[in-house]
């Protein structure tokens, strides 16, 4: 993991080495992040639920339309605020994330502050799986110890609360069907076996590769 301030090739902190290539690239959706990391559907359900149940009480003790209005305002602002926050953030997030696949690796640039470029060789990818929702998906990896992320530096591009053992996740692909394709390719490829005739099935998450054939 590195943070770098100059790419002389958009994704990656430095040149390719000879025999490496880029394979494929792609960026998350911010409307994919909002709704699928980040919930943001939920997120207004619970502020109109409480800004409701506001009201409700204000009518059930006697209170006046106006004085029930007045009682969801605070926490309509208040989701308001929250809502704005997060879509600001994925928009960001989207914006500075640029996923690559190589014939030798994954790197992943990420971080909206602090940009910081992860590399992902092939050797330390124990399986990749595709979990595909309605116009898009995410590609989960599993690491083979003992190669490890930051889950302070790659977060949000991790599976849950998995803190002991991050797993990265390329999230919100509109392509990823496509990328997993791709992937799955050229970790046969790397680990010498049969190339899969499609990524994945329908399942989530179905695997790229059997687990443990990415070994070196």
Request: proline fraction near 11%.
């Amino acid at each position: 993991m590195r943070e770098h301030e100059h790419e002389p090739f958009p994704g990656l902190p430095e040149a390719l080495p000879a025999g490496e290539t880029v394979l494929w690239q792609g960026t998350p959706s911010w409307t994919g992040l909002a709704r699928r990391t980040f919930r943001i559907g939920w997120l207004a359900a619970y502020f109109g639920a409480i800004a409701a149940w506001g009201a409700a009480a204000v009518l059930q003790e006697g209170g006046s339309p106006g004085a029930a209005a007045a009682a969801m305002a605070w926490p309509l602002a208040l989701g308001a605020g929250v809502l704005g926050l997060v879509t600001g953030f994925c928009i960001l997030a989207a914006r500075s994330t640029l996923y690559t696949i190589t014939n030798r690796r994954l790197v992943l640039r990420v971080g909206v502050a602090l940009p910081t470029t992860v590399n992902l060789p092939f050797a330390s990818i124990r399986n990749a799986g595709l979990r595909p929702w309605r116009g898009g998906g995410d590609i989960l990896l599993t690491l083979l110890p003992p190669h490890r992320v930051s889950y302070a530096g790659l977060w949000p591009h991790l599976r849950g609360l998995r803190v002991a053992q991050p797993q990265p996740v390329l999230r919100a692909l509109p392509d990823a069907e496509v990328a997993g394709r791709i992937l799955a390719r050229a970790l046969a490829t790397h680990a010498a076996l049969p190339v899969p005739g499609r990524a994945m099935p329908a399942s989530a998450p179905a695997p790229v590769v059997p687990p443990g054939t990415a070994t070196a």
